[in-house]
C-alpha cells in the first residue's frame, strides 16, 4: 500500500491537533503507512458545539474531551476499502493500538466505563497543555470588536472562547464574550476591547 484510502482526508485532520499531538499522530500514521495498516481518522479537533451534540446524543460521557483541546483523534480500520467498525481486535490494527500507546498515546479500548475504540488521547502533560507557546499574545486590534465586526481578530477571538471560528460577530460570539466575562470579573457588555482581549490572550 502506497497511501492509506483515506490519505489526504488524515492528513488534514492530523493538521488540526495541537502540536506535540500532531507530531506523535503523524509518528503513528507514517508506522501505520510503513505496515501497510489502513485507516480512516475521521475526527480530531472538536468544537464546543460538536462535543455538546455527542454528549447529547450520548456518543460521548464528557464535555471535557481532550478533542476540544487538540488532543485526541478517532479512527476506524478500513478493511477491503470499506470501514472495519468491528476489526480494532483484529491483526494488524491491534499492532497498530500497541504501538500507539507505547509512544503516548491512551486508547479508549482499554476503558471499562466508557468503553471507546475509535479514541486515541495524547494526554501530554494533562488536559489541555500542549498548546503552542507564543513569545506573546496577538496585539490588540485598536478598535472594539462588537457585533457586526468581521476579520481575522474576531477568528482570532472565536477560536480563544472555543466557538466556530468563522470571522463574523454574530449572537453566538456575543454570547460566549459575555459568559467569558462574566467568569473572568469583567464589565458584562459583550464586546472585546483591551481589557477582554487582554484577558482571552493571557
Same mark, same amino acid.
Given at each position: 500500500?502506497?497511501?492509506?484510502?483515506?490519505?489526504?482526508?488524515?492528513?488534514?485532520?492530523?493538521?488540526?491537533?495541537?502540536?506535540?499531538?500532531?507530531?506523535?499522530?503523524?509518528?503513528?500514521?507514517?508506522?501505520?503507512?510503513?505496515?501497510?495498516?489502513?485507516?480512516?481518522?475521521?475526527?480530531?479537533?472538536?468544537?464546543?458545539?460538536?462535543?455538546?451534540?455527542?454528549?447529547?446524543? &450520548?456518543?460521548?460521557?464528557?464535555?471535557?474531551?481532550?478533542?476540544?483541546?487538540?488532543?485526541?483523534?478517532?479512527?476506524?480500520?478500513?478493511?477491503?476499502?470499506?470501514? &472495519? !467498525?468491528?476489526?480494532?481486535?483484529?491483526?494488524?490494527?491491534?499492532?497498530?493500538?500497541?504501538?500507539?500507546?507505547?509512544? &503516548?498515546?491512551? !486508547?479508549?479500548?482499554? !476503558?471499562?466505563?466508557?468503553?471507546?475504540?475509535?479514541?486515541?488521547?495524547?494526554?501530554?502533560?494533562?488536559?489541555?497543555?500542549?498548546?503552542?507557546?507564543?513569545?506573546?499574545?496577538?496585539?490588540?486590534?485598536?478598535?472594539?470588536?462588537?457585533?457586526?465586526?468581521?476579520?481575522?481578530?474576531?477568528?482570532?477571538?472565536?477560536?480563544?472562547?472555543?466557538?466556530?471560528?468563522?470571522?463574523?460577530?454574530?449572537?453566538?460570539?456575543?454570547?460566549?464574550?459575555?459568559?467569558?466575562?462574566?467568569?473572568?470579573?469583567?464589565?458584562?457588555?459583550?464586546?472585546? &476591547?483591551?481589557?477582554? !482581549?487582554?484577558?482571552?490572550?493571557?
Amino acid at each position: 500500500m502506497t497511501n492509506p484510502t483515506y490519505h489526504e482526508r488524515n492528513l488534514s485532520n492530523i493538521n488540526k491537533l495541537a502540536p506535540n499531538t500532531k507530531q506523535a499522530a503523524l509518528k503513528w500514521y507514517n508506522y501505520c503507512i510503513k505496515n501497510n495498516i489502513d485507516v480512516l481518522i475521521y475526527e480530531t479537533t472538536r468544537t464546543k458545539e460538536r462535543q455538546e451534540e455527542l454528549v447529547d446524543n &450520548g456518543k460521548s460521557q464528557t464535555r471535557k474531551s481532550y478533542h476540544l483541546v487538540g488532543q485526541a483523534l478517532d479512527f476506524v480500520p478500513i478493511v477491503n476499502g470499506k470501514e &472495519g !467498525w468491528n476489526s480494532y481486535d483484529t491483526e494488524p490494527f491491534k499492532s497498530a493500538i500497541k504501538y500507539a500507546k507505547s509512544i &503516548g498515546f491512551t !486508547w479508549g479500548g482499554d !476503558w471499562s466505563s466508557f468503553v471507546d475504540e475509535p479514541h486515541l488521547q495524547f494526554e501530554y502533560k494533562g488536559y489541555g497543555t500542549d498548546k503552542v507557546l507564543e513569545a506573546k499574545p496577538p496585539a490588540y486590534p485598536g478598535t472594539i470588536l462588537k457585533s457586526g465586526s468581521k476579520g481575522n481578530s474576531v477568528k482570532l477571538v472565536q477560536k480563544e472562547l472555543g466557538i466556530t471560528a468563522d470571522g463574523i460577530f454574530g449572537p453566538i460570539t456575543d454570547r460566549a464574550v459575555r459568559n467569558f466575562q462574566k467568569k473572568n470579573g469583567l464589565t458584562v457588555d459583550g464586546k472585546v &476591547g483591551p481589557k477582554t !482581549w487582554a484577558k482571552l490572550f493571557d
